[in-house]
């Protein structure tokens, strides 16, 4: 008898969903193995019949091939839930419209916008999203009040959310008002956290690239196909990408305190220095807190 395959890769190389949803599906009591409820870990062996929310889930004969998946770049407006429950008002399954089965790498939060990839690739998604596989992910974020040069070397540093502290990043500064950042992993509101810990408001935040995907002229609501050369240049950049799901009992976002690893290390010494933009000598008109 073989091994056969974790229940949450037999799932999501069945474009149903992705290895963490599907987690969240097992987890949920929303999944049956041969008529019985399955744990986490549970593997899948030819001739198991399982179903998910109540569907049949069967494996795709040419699982390893992407020829069949959808892969399209969206630009989310603000209001809109990156979530694939129909009936959550303004989810974003519906907003997009798509005639075939996807859900969202990853998401944005209601009120930011800006560039996701939608998908019927589960096996793509955590390839993508893990931090240690480092994939760039690039926004222009406005904020309440001016920003400072200490501010964005702070930034740049790593912020202490979450109880963890975020990873090196590259950041700099767009205007008054205004910068960008790239970052590499993505906690919970990270990126609102961050500006919060420094006593700043995100008052915009706008995505305009992952990876190799730039946002490009798309419109708030369009969404295009990615191009075989898109496809192919992400193919290249998570070759050697984990995208395995994280264990039972591990959390997928949060991560403990823990010294720098060798890894950490090095991206920061290669961190660039902080682009800064001239500014007026002048005393700026801070808001009360």
């Avoid at 963490?20 to 409820?37: F, S, T």
């Avoid at 926004?139 to 790593?158: A, Q």
């Avoid at 196909?225 to 799901?245: C, F, P, R, Y």
């Amino acid at each position: 008898m073989t091994d056969g395959i974790r229940l949450n890769k037999f799932i999501s190389d069945s474009g149903y969903c992705s290895r963490r949803e599907a987690d969240k599906l097992i987890e949920d009591d929303l999944v049956l193995v041969n008529g019985q409820p399955p744990t986490l870990g549970t593997r899948c062996h030819p001739g198991d019949v399982v179903y998910v929310e109540g569907k049949r889930i069967k494996s795709r004969a040419n699982a390893g091939s992407q020829a069949d998946r959808e892969y399209i770049a969206y630009n989310k407006p603000t209001h809109i839930t990156c979530t694939t429950e129909a009936d959550v008002v303004g989810n974003i399954i519906s907003a997009v419209g798509y005639k075939k089965r996807i859900f969202p790498i990853g998401r944005l939060d209601k009120m930011s916008e800006g560039l996701i990839l939608l998908t019927s690739d589960g096996d793509i998604v955590n390839k993508i999203l893990r931090a240690e596989n480092a994939h760039d992910k690039e926004y222009l974020v406005t904020v309440d009040k001016p920003i400072t040069d200490k501010f964005i070397e702070k930034m740049g540093n790593g912020v202490p959310i979450l109880g963890t502290k975020t990873l090196p990043c590259k950041i700099n500064m767009q205007g008054e008002f205004m910068f960008k950042i790239i970052l590499t992993e993505g906690l919970n509101r990270q990126i609102r956290r961050m500006c919060e810990y420094f006593g700043y408001e995100v008052t915009k935040l706008k995505r305009v690239r992952i990876m190799n995907i730039t946002l490009g002229n798309l419109k708030p609501g369009e969404w295009r196909k990615l191009t075989a050369n898109q496809l192919t240049d992400i193919n290249n950049a998570i070759e050697h990408s984990s995208g395995d799901a994280a264990p039972k009992g591990a959390k997928l976002i949060r991560r403990k305190p823990k010294k720098p690893s060798q890894q950490e290390r090095a991206i920061k010494s290669k961190t660039p220095k902080v682009v800064r933009t001239p500014r007026k000598n002048k005393k700026p008109k801070g808001r009360k807190k």
